[in-house]
């Protein structure tokens, strides 16, 4: 087991930045796929973007390429999600999760989660 605790969030007008940060503990972080999921009220879990083990792979949901990046650093047992050129409907509980498994867009792949932070977007 991983424990996974996210910070950063908060409000931010359209067109401003955040990141995000998801800090692990417990077994050896290297051997997880990491992923950033979010949900808005009312809406389905939806994937946000992932990254591999070592961090050589990474992977966005159309929604956010060209203004999200995710990036890992083993030595600090990290995950980061930077956010820019933000919108609206960015707006979310974002969430951290990590797997054993491949990199995956799938919520039900991940079976470590973290508490959730809240992203809100002004317009």
């Known amino acids: 087991q991983v424990h996974l605790v996210e910070s950063g969030g908060g409000l931010v007008q359209a067109g401003g930045s955040l990141r995000l940060s998801c800090a692990a503990s417990?077994?050896?972080?290297?051997?997880?796929?990491m992923a950033w999921f979010r949900q808005a009220p009312g809406e389905e879990r939806e994937f946000v973007a992932g990254?591999?083990?070592?961090?050589?792979?990474?992977s966005l949901a159309n929604s956010v390429k060209g203004r999200f990046t995710i990036a890992r650093d083993n030595a600090k047992n990290t995950v980061y999600l930077q956010m820019n050129s933000m919108k609206p409907e960015d707006t979310a509980v974002y969430y951290c999760a990590a797997t054993t498994l491949h990199l995956s867009a799938l919520h039900y792949e991940y079976r470590n989660w973290g508490q959730g932070t809240q992203v809100t977007v002004s317009s």
């Open positions: 990254i591999s083990q070592s961090g050589s792979t990474t």
């Open positions: 417990g077994r050896t972080f290297s051997s997880y796929a």
